[in-house]
């Protein structure tokens, strides 16, 4: 078997089920893949520091080089060609085109962004830019607590501003925020991902501030650029293991921290009650006016889906049933959820136009003979682009798909031992090589294309 034989008659019928204009992308972020991490008058940020302590990444690695994708990103993009992409979402690294998060703008990192950007467009792919995938500014930390207080607002406005001063009338969209709820969670509760505190009241201050600063920089950039603006949440929907209230309850909460918490706010000026509630002393505090900055309209909702919550409070909990089988993050797939999730939320908020901006699997990719055989991730590929059809057929207004990720890059905590590419880096030599899962994304595009002009 050859890459090229996994696409089959079904999947051009796949194809079809996708309007004429939708937008088949695949998506990346700054820490992720651009390395070049003290190059250009770069400053450090928040996950340079965290990759220094001792402990924090599973495989002791960094960022410095990653990807290298600050020097190769001619070739990457010449790689999306030749996949097909008509989109491309991409994060700026804030600490890059301002050093300390404030001050001085750095031409040099706007100068990286401006020649990408503009090929990308010379590619016949629209730019579709993220403001904040994680990557803070370490000065902003330092000085002012960095998300921990209320003075980053007006700094991360003001980044906005000139970013979309900038680029607003070369990109198809700007995105403020990538998953605040990593952000905060994982950041600042548990201690997973940078800074690595450990404090649920710190937790959720860190979330109302990033709320907070959403709010500000759409502002900020509805005054400078008539581009499409928006923000990427992402929604892991809970279920409960069992029909016993305590589950249910219990997967409640857990969606309130995490869909409601974020969606409540910016489409209905409010947190939810309950969870308030649960919060108790850890709740957040709210000034007023807060709550009006962060409702701000949107031209779209950015959703990142990878699996689903599965909520037991019994011991040992009940595990989930897997019947699809589990990533190598150990994440259940449960395309089923995606269909669900969105008439929900199309439901309960009538939210604007949906972007699909992630979505993908960490799969336990091998190099032989020159060929990566994903087939585990077309599977997961057709499954989700089915759910997504599904969705649509039932009316929620979905305008594209990026899949995470193009490139096999630095997944955070993990560090370089999870692939979520469509394309295998070595990163010895920083050789990319199309997996299966590249040839049979490609033939779904061309095929969409080819439907899309009348041709099947």
Known sequence: MTANDNFKPADTNLATHFPAGFQWGSATSAAQIEGASALDGKGPSIWDTFCGEPGRINDASNIDVACDHYHLFREDIARMKWLGLEAYRFSISWPRVQALGEGAWNEAGFAFYDQLIDALVEAGIKPHVTLYHWDLPQALHDSMGGWLSREIVPHFAAYAAEVARRFGAKVASIATLNEPWCVATLGYETGQFAPGMRSRKAAMQVSHHLMMAHGAAIQAM?????????????????????????????????????????????????????????????????????????????????????TRSFISTQTPAVPAPGK?????????????????????????????????????????????????????????????????????????????????????????????????????VDYSNQQRVAKASAHWYRALIEAFGSASRGGA
Do not use: C
Not at 332 to 349: D, G
Not at 376 to 398: F, S
């Open 324 to 424: 699809l089988g589990f990533t190598d993050m150990g994440w259940e797939i449960y395309p089923k959820a995606l269909t669900q999730h969105l008439v929900r939320i199309t439901r309960e908020y009538s939210p604007p136009p949906i972007f699909i901006t992630e979505n993908g699997m960490a799969n336990a990719d091998e190099l032989v003979d020159g060929q990566v055989m994903d087939v585990e991730r077309i599977a997961y590929l057709k499954a989700h682009l089915a759910a997504l059809a599904q969705a649509m057929d039932m009316g929620v207004d979905v305008r594209g798909y990026f899949y995470w990720s193009l490139l096999d890059n630095f997944e955070w905590n993990s560090g370089y031992l999870k692939r979520f590419g469509i394309f295998h």
């Open 222 to 306: 509805r005054a400078v650029t008539q581009t499409q603006l928006g923000v990427v949440l992402n929604h892991t929907p809970a279920f409960p293991a069992e029909p016993i209230e305590a589950d249910r309850q219990a997967a409640r909460i857990d969606d309130g921290l995490n869909v409601r918490w974020y969606m409540d706010p910016i489409f209905r000026g409010s947190y939810p009650a309950d969870v308030i509630e649960h919060l108790g002393e850890d709740a957040p505090q709210i000034e007023p006016q807060d709550l009006t900055l962060i409702q701000q309209p949107l031209d779209f909702l950015g959703v990142n889906f990878y």
